[in-house]
């Protein structure tokens, strides 16, 4: 019998279906080794930076199964994921139990003939693939402990540094930067609400932006005495390409975007569509299809839509180190329009399969058209509607969701007066630029060249979990350790978390991957200096002080001055003195409770209880703390959380403000009898909209100030009230 080692359980059932009796199949369950705890053990500096792997204590167990499949298998072959990290746990598993050359197979799919086909040509472990992989661990690790310890000595313990963490940090807090020093100008629009000669109605707008009032005020008077005039009407035709298939940056961007899918989690239902044999390999850059693929594509698009929309189309790849031997990502079985076996893993596939089939169609033909219209006086701005209508839908055919909605505008002719019903103006200011929402940081590491597909949804997540960023309706703003951290590591090691740096380490690592460059040389070239830079740095000060507080804030204990410290709740005012004197208050100047003993005992280990002040408000914890980690809100703090909105699910349950790793969000204080919440607070009242006769029911919630209020269910059309004709 044959033994066959893939890296998930979940498709060894599928994997012995295709192959038969005569194969074993079992999983490592991803990686079986890993660089020990402790940097001193983990690489060998002097000998060539030659790394030490130890097995994994959860893997023991899975490596001493597999050593014994393996002595009984007449053959063993090695079909873990196709990429450089299952190229790595290839080698790891063969190097575990002792194989001598043994054979690898690849697919990129989990259907039976991509398996069969892989079966027939096997080949053995790509060193160069494996030690792109090690270099890129090595690397890591080195940077990341380093530096860390750095921060731990400097800032305070158990925070972190990484090669890609790093720079996307430094990107999320040059934008926040950007939105503190922005100064808000005042400006009016102009709106011109008028009819033509048939009485249909025609809305234009200034074609600029007016900046000075008394500007504003004189185009208003002229519009009341002057006629308005139709200049211009002109129509242009446009093409609107279809996009490319999806990659994996692509994937977590669109699903974030359209169904509010954090990146991990799209990453994690992907997983289970590839294991499941529903699309192909989820971590790639490259926008190829197999011919196959297109021969697949092509006989759907003709049957479905007709032969006028097939238009086969190569994108030209869109990260400059995409690895080209690899697929997009696409359903295995074209002809299969939904799958999955929950809702978010069908809204998923459905969401590739459109794209996908998208891809390979004709482009939307659109004409556009602009009205000009002029007041008497030519030396005022013009006014301006815009019209589109699309002709052809091409692609959007098998992508509704992509289409904009026409524009209309009414039959005119040029030197027609328009008759004015209302000229109105609005004071409006100009905006910040946007936060980055984790979709847009994707795009962003993308752009910059930052990371790679396997390290988009893991770099997100560690900044969440490391507390240096937050997720405030949807958007990453750093924290105050956040701005510390990057400010620290700007100053001192700027060269180090540049897009330069990261974007050149990622094209190193390519070269290693093509036998272009060699490990040794990748890593002398990083430590050297960056070993010499650290050892520099080590004589610096703490950087947790952050300047003199306002000479307003005084010390409550001995009334002296103060400095800006960060704690580990975020910044505070903290006596100058200390550790002489322990005065403190907020950052807002206001006194800080003291930490208050309870007679309540921890029900967990059974010493005393106290209620102490956090960044969020009382809370109450172990005085035991960090060995029991017992933790329960103030009963008062919660009942400051409280809605007095019912929850409409449980019927017994309020609604109360929560605080999660993404920010706030409102959920039933029944958890975890019943799990109802939504993102927003609700406003007490019910979706009253009706669709196919039924009332929605759910709560409506706060929204945006365009949308002061919106139904809290994603898929009520009263969730965009602003979509709704």
């Given at each position: 019998?044959?033994?066959?080692?893939?890296?998930?359980?979940?498709?060894?059932?599928?994997?012995?279906?295709?192959?038969?009796?005569?194969?074993?199949?079992?999983?490592?369950?991803?990686?079986?080794?890993?660089?020990?705890?402790?940097?001193?053990?983990?690489?060998?500096?002097?000998?060539?930076?030659?790394?030490?792997?130890?097995?994994?204590?959860?893997?023991?167990?899975?490596?001493?199964?597999?050593?014994?499949?393996?002595?009984?298998?007449?053959?063993?072959?090695?079909?873990?994921?196709?990429?450089?990290?299952?190229?790595?746990?290839?080698?790891?598993?063969?190097?575990?139990?002792?194989?001598?050359?043994?054979?690898?197979?690849?697919?990129?799919?989990?259907?039976?003939?991509?398996?069969?086909?892989?079966?027939?040509?096997?080949?053995?472990?790509?060193?160069?693939?494996?030690?792109?992989?090690?270099?890129?661990?090595?690397?890591?690790?080195?940077?990341?402990?380093?530096?860390?310890?750095?921060?731990?000595?400097?800032?305070?313990?158990?925070?972190?540094?990484?090669?890609?963490?790093?720079?996307?940090?430094?990107?999320?807090?040059?934008?926040?930067?950007?939105?503190?020093?922005?100064?808000?100008?005042?400006?009016?629009?102009?709106?011109?609400?008028?009819?033509?000669?048939?009485?249909?109605?025609?809305?234009?707008?200034?074609?600029?932006?007016?900046?000075?009032?008394?500007?504003?005020?004189?185009?208003?008077?002229?519009?009341?005495?002057?006629?308005?005039?139709?200049?211009?009407?002109?129509?242009?035709?446009?093409?609107?390409?279809?996009?490319?298939?999806?990659?994996?940056?692509?994937?977590?961007?669109?699903?974030?975007?359209?169904?509010?899918?954090?990146?991990?989690?799209?990453?994690?239902?992907?997983?289970?569509l590839y294991e499941a044999g529903l699309i192909t390999y989820m971590r790639t850059d490259s926008t190829n299809l197999s011919q196959q693929a297109q021969g697949q594509i092509a006989k759907e698009i003709k049957s479905s839509?007709?032969?006028?929309?097939?238009?086969?189309?190569?994108?030209?790849?869109?990260?400059?180190?995409?690895?080209?031997?690899?697929?997009?990502?696409?359903?295995?079985?074209?002809?299969?329009?939904?799958?999955?076996?929950?809702?978010?893993?069908?809204?998923?596939?459905?969401?590739?399969?459109?794209?996908?089939?998208?891809?390979?169609?004709?482009?939307?033909?659109?004409?556009?058209?602009?009205?000009?219209?002029?007041?008497?006086?030519?030396?005022?701005?013009?006014?301006?509607?815009?019209?589109?209508?699309?002709?052809?839908?091409?692609?959007?055919?098998?992508?509704?969701?992509?289409?904009?909605?026409?524009?209309?505008?009414?039959?005119?002719?040029?030197?027609?007066?328009?008759?004015?019903?209302?000229?109105?103006?609005?004071?409006?200011?100009?905006?910040?630029?946007?936060?980055?929402?984790?979709?847009?940081?994707?795009?962003?590491?993308?752009?910059?060249?930052?990371?790679?597909?396997?390290?988009?949804?893991?770099?997100?997540?560690?900044?969440?979990?490391?507390?240096?960023?937050?997720?405030?309706?949807?958007?990453?703003?750093?924290?105050?350790?956040?701005?510390?951290?990057?400010?620290?590591?700007?100053?001192?090691?700027?060269?180090?978390?540049?897009?330069?740096?990261?974007?050149?380490?990622?094209?190193?690592?390519?070269?290693?991957?093509?036998?272009?460059?060699?490990?040794?040389?990748?890593?002398?070239?990083?430590?050297?200096?960056?070993?010499?830079?650290?050892?520099?740095?080590?004589?610096?000060?703490?950087?947790?002080?952050?300047?003199?507080?306002?000479?307003?804030?005084?010390?409550?204990?001995?009334?002296?001055?103060?400095?800006?410290?960060?704690?580990?709740?975020?910044?505070?005012?903290?006596?100058?003195?200390?550790?002489?004197?322990?005065?403190?208050?907020?950052?807002?100047?206001?006194?800080?409770?003291?930490?208050?003993?309870?007679?309540?005992?921890?029900?967990?280990?059974?010493?005393?209880?106290?209620?102490?002040?956090?960044?969020?408000?009382?809370?109450?914890?172990?005085?035991?703390?960090?060995?029991?980690?017992?933790?329960?809100?103030?009963?008062?703090?919660?009942?400051?959380?409280?809605?007095?909105?019912?929850?409409?699910?449980?019927?017994?349950?309020?609604?109360?403000?929560?605080?999660?790793?993404?920010?706030?969000?409102?959920?039933?204080?029944?958890?975890?009898?019943?799990?109802?919440?939504?993102?927003?607070?609700?406003?007490?009242?019910?979706?009253?909209?009706?669709?196919?006769?039924?009332?929605?029911?759910?709560?409506?919630?706060?929204?945006?100030?365009?949308?002061?209020?919106?139904?809290?269910?994603?898929?009520?059309?009263?969730?965009?009230?602003?979509?709704?004709?």
């Amino acid at each position: 019998m044959k033994l066959v080692v893939v890296e998930s359980p979940a498709k060894t059932k599928t994997i012995s279906k295709y192959l038969g009796k005569d194969y074993r199949i079992t999983a490592s369950i991803g990686h079986i080794r890993d660089l020990p705890k402790s940097n001193k053990e983990a690489i060998d500096i002097a000998k060539d930076f030659k790394p030490k792997y130890v097995i994994s204590p959860d893997k023991k167990k899975v490596v001493a199964g597999i050593k014994r499949m393996a002595q009984n298998a007449e053959e063993v072959i090695l079909a873990t994921d196709p990429d450089r990290e299952g190229e790595a746990i290839a080698w790891h598993i063969a190097e575990a139990i002792g194989l001598k050359n043994p054979k690898r197979v690849v697919f990129n799919e989990i259907t039976k003939g991509a398996v069969l086909n892989a079966m027939k040509n096997p080949r053995r472990i790509d060193q160069d693939l494996k030690t792109a992989q090690e270099a890129r661990r090595v690397l890591d690790r080195l940077f990341g402990y380093d530096l860390s310890g750095l921060i731990w000595k400097k800032i305070r313990y158990g925070l972190s540094a990484g090669r890609v963490q790093s720079p996307a940090l430094r990107i999320i807090a040059e934008r926040e930067k950007l939105i503190q020093a922005f100064k808000p100008e005042k400006y009016w629009v102009i709106t011109a609400a008028t009819k033509n000669k048939a009485g249909e109605k025609l809305t234009l707008a200034c074609e600029k932006n007016i900046t000075d009032e008394k500007l504003a005020d004189k185009i208003l008077l002229a519009g009341e005495k002057e006629l308005l005039k139709i200049s211009t009407i002109k129509e242009t035709k446009a093409k609107k390409r279809a996009r490319p298939p999806f990659i994996t940056s692509t994937l977590q961007q669109t699903a974030s975007n359209l169904f509010g899918f954090a990146p991990a989690r799209t990453m994690i239902l992907a997983q289970r569509l590839y294991e499941a044999g529903l699309i192909t390999y989820m971590r790639t850059d490259s926008t190829n299809l197999s011919q196959q693929a297109q021969g697949q594509i092509a006989k759907e698009i003709k049957s479905s839509f007709g032969e006028k929309y097939y238009a086969p189309k190569v994108f030209a790849r869109k990260s400059k180190n995409a690895q080209e031997a690899h697929e997009a990502i696409r359903p295995t079985n074209i002809g299969l329009k939904s799958a999955g076996k929950d809702l978010a893993q069908t809204k998923l596939y459905q969401l590739i399969w459109r794209r996908t089939v998208a891809s390979q169609m004709a482009d939307a033909q659109i004409i556009r058209t602009k009205i000009t219209a002029s007041l008497e006086d030519k030396k005022l701005p013009k006014f301006v509607a815009k019209g589109s209508r699309i002709t052809f839908d091409g692609w959007y055919k098998a992508d509704p969701a992509a289409r904009s909605e026409d524009v209309t505008v009414p039959i005119l002719e040029e030197g027609e007066i328009l008759k004015l019903v209302k000229m109105y103006k609005e004071e409006k200011e100009t905006q910040p630029p946007k936060r980055y929402t984790e979709a847009g940081l994707i795009k962003e590491l993308e752009k910059r060249g930052i990371g790679r597909p396997s390290t988009y949804a893991p770099t997100v997540k560690t900044l969440l979990e490391r507390n240096y960023v937050e997720k405030i309706d949807a958007s990453l703003q750093p924290t105050d350790t956040g701005l510390v951290v990057n400010d620290f590591l700007e100053k001192h090691f700027e060269n180090y978390i540049s897009d330069t740096f990261t974007a050149e380490m990622e094209t190193d690592l390519d070269k290693i991957a093509e036998g272009k460059k060699s490990y040794l040389k990748t890593l002398k070239e990083f430590y050297g200096p960056f070993s010499k830079d650290i050892a520099q740095k080590e004589s610096l000060k703490k950087a947790t002080d952050l300047g003199k507080a306002d000479a307003k804030f005084k010390c409550p204990k001995c009334k002296g001055a103060m400095l800006i410290k960060l704690g580990k709740a975020g910044k505070f005012l903290s006596c100058k003195k200390f550790p002489k004197c322990d005065g403190a208050l907020t950052i807002d100047g206001k006194k800080m409770a003291e930490p208050k003993t309870l007679t309540e005992k921890c029900e967990k280990c059974g010493k005393p209880l106290i209620e102490r002040e956090g960044r969020f408000g009382k809370f109450i914890a172990c005085s035991g703390y960090p060995k029991c980690k017992f933790i329960k809100n103030d009963p008062k703090e919660e009942a400051k959380n409280k809605t007095g909105v019912k929850c409409p699910q449980c019927k017994k349950g309020e609604m109360t403000a929560r605080r999660g790793r993404f920010g706030v969000f409102y959920s039933c204080d029944q958890y975890p009898k019943c799990r109802y919440a939504i993102k927003a607070k609700p406003t007490g009242k019910i979706c009253h909209y009706k669709k196919s006769g039924q009332e929605c029911g759910a709560l409506m919630m706060e929204g945006t100030k365009t949308i002061p209020e919106r139904c809290s269910d994603k898929n009520c059309p009263n969730h965009r009230p602003d979509k709704i004709e």
